[in-house]
């Protein structure tokens, strides 16, 4: 059958319609409920012990929206739509960012490591290295200069260990301030003279314009392993903490039920806010999560607690929602409902 003119042109415009329904990319990101993946098969300690229960590492979905998905989000719950700027920093790519959410994911998983095997009387030695610049914002005086891979161990005449004293010491300087960045690549060491600039119209703070993490080389026995494939971000960083130190003792600190939670941790065991925690709310009670972790925040309002609690609280959840400041908090919570 011979097609007319007029019909070809229609089917290419409905064939061009679809496609920019279904693929055209709008500038905007949607954020909704992940999963809440029992965390026994991620994490591996060499002879750890089982339990009876499960830790769960909770995510929060997203992709770049299409108008089907804008949508969507528009009628589904639980889904929130934000400008794309607000989702990846100004001047960084989208490839890039995933890069440093995925090495934020291995300092997290580092400083979780550190946590348990500390809390747990393990042997744990840790040997610190520089700070890694995982990305150099565009536009900013380290654009050009540094890149991604760069090992900075010094600081005009200061040596940097971890990036905490990068921080504090360019703190201590002015915009338009000079500094020289010692800093190691493929192997050999070199110099560059970088000057500070504000680095945004909101606040005083004067930078260079990097993504940094804390270059540690921690090594523990017994021996651990992590397989959390493409997830990134900070966030499970509790989660992995309680893991670790369940394997690594005797006693079944699940108690037999499911425990879900959220909260980037840092080495000394404080929990930290996150993003996105009314949509792991929503995951953790489709997974079946009986205890659910929250940042507290010391109490303040607004906290990734609060917004927990109320998300529960409208989902008309069982599940018991727990407010922490601390690993330590943590593990007492669980002792106390397990005994």
Known sequence: ?????????????????????????????????????????????????????DMHLVTVSGMQATPILYAAALLLPHQEILPIDQVFPEGMSQEDYMAAQLQVMESSQEAATVV?????????NINYRGVYVVATVDGLPADGKLESGD???????????????????????????????????????????????RLDDQSDRVGIGINLVTDREVTVDPEIKFSS?????????????LEIFDQLTKEDLTGGKQIGGTGEIDYDGNVHRIGGIDKKVVASDKEGVDIFFAPNED?????????????AERIGTDMKIVPVDTFEDAVEYLESVAN
């Not at 348990?116 to 744990?124: L, M, Q, R, T, V």
């Not at 201590?172 to 050999?188: L, S």
């Open 116 to 124: 348990a095997y500390e809390s747990a009387g393990k042997d744990i």
């Open 151 to 197: 090992r900075i161990i010094g600081i005009d005449d200061a040596k940097v260990k971890e990036s905490q004293d990068l921080i504090e010491y360019i703190d201590g300087n002015e915009a338009g301030d000079t500094v020289t960045i010692t800093y190691e690549r493929d192997d050999e060491e070199h110099t560059v003279d970088i000057e500070l600039e």
């Open 229 to 241: 494939g493409g997830i990134g971000g900070p966030s499970a960083g509790l989660m992995f903490s």
């Open 1 to 53: 059958m011979r097609l007319s003119k007029q019909r070809v042109i229609g089917i290419l415009v409905v064939i061009l319609i679809v496609y920019l329904l279904g693929a055209y990319q709008l500038p905007y990101y949607i954020q909704k409920p992940g999963g809440a993946d029992a965390l026994d098969p991620i994490v591996e300690v060499e002879n750890g012990y089982s339990s009876e229960g």
């Open 299 to 311: 109490g303040r309002e607004g906290s990734n607690y609060q917004v927990a609690l109320e998300t």
